[in-house]
T-cell receptor, first 114, second 113 residues
């Protein structure tokens, strides 16, 4: 069965610092991969997605993610964090074909210090 | 585009009562998903529909939970009877063509006392 691991439950960074959130997936074939962000009291919003092609994908709000097949990883990065980036971030793989359901990681909560 | 609309935003009820959560997906989307979010278990997929037909309900916790999608613009998730352990935030999401991203509603926060 497919699964996704977000090893970091909580990360704290200073405003202006760089950020990398980790995501590892377990699946036989290359899945479609997504990163979502959830602000307090809100639903999840799509940040970016990877289906195929260029392994470095750009998303909204200055985020990017790199797919590394050899490491089964899809880490999210941002060069300079803003206070408004404080939220919870979820990685999710989608199985190729067949079922459309997303399996979400446990999430990483990001705190941004001024 | 009004997005996915869920109602109510908050629901407080007593144990044993019936609870009905409602969802209006984005017009034109043909897949609808119900998720539950708790601190302990994170985001769990309960059930999803494709073209109004339930495809996978393996995440529904038990028979007290039921979901329907009578038409393309409306779905309900019902809990009868409710229990305190059902307290969570319930999200509805919809998507269009295969493998397209999910669009989430703002959720219904359910508290069962």
């Amino acid at each position: 069965a497919q699964s996704v691991t977000q090893p970091d439950i909580h990360i704290t960074v200073s405003e202006g610092a760089s950020l990398e959130l980790r995501c590892n997936y377990s699946y036989g074939a290359t899945p479609y991969l997504f990163w979502y962000v959830q602000s307090p009291g809100q639903g999840l919003q799509l940040l970016l997605k990877y289906f195929s092609g260029d392994t470095l994908v750009q998303g909204i709000k200055g985020f990017e993610a790199e797919f590394k097949r050899s490491q089964s990883s899809f880490n999210l990065r941002k060069p300079s964090v803003h206070w408004s980036d404080a939220a919870e971030y979820f990685c999710a793989p989608l199985r190729d074909g067949g079922s459309e359901k997303l399996v979400f990681g446990k999430g990483t909560k990001l705190t941004v210090n001024p | 585009d009004a997005g996915v609309i869920q109602s109510p935003r908050h629901e407080v009820t007593e144990m044993g009562q019936e609870v009905t959560l409602r969802c209006k997906p984005i017009s034109g989307h043909n897949s609808l998903f119900w998720y539950r979010q708790t601190m302990m278990r994170g985001l769990e997929l309960l059930i999803y529909f494709n073209n109004n037909v339930p495809i996978d309900d393996s995440g529904m916790p038990e028979d007290r939970f039921s979901a329907k999608m009578p038409n393309a613009s409306f779905s309900t998730l019902k809990i009868q009877p409710s229990e305190p352990r059902d307290s969570a935030v319930y999200f509805c999401a919809s998507s269009g063509i295969d493998n397209s991203p999910l669009h989430f509603g703002n959720g219904t926060r359910l508290t069962v006392t």
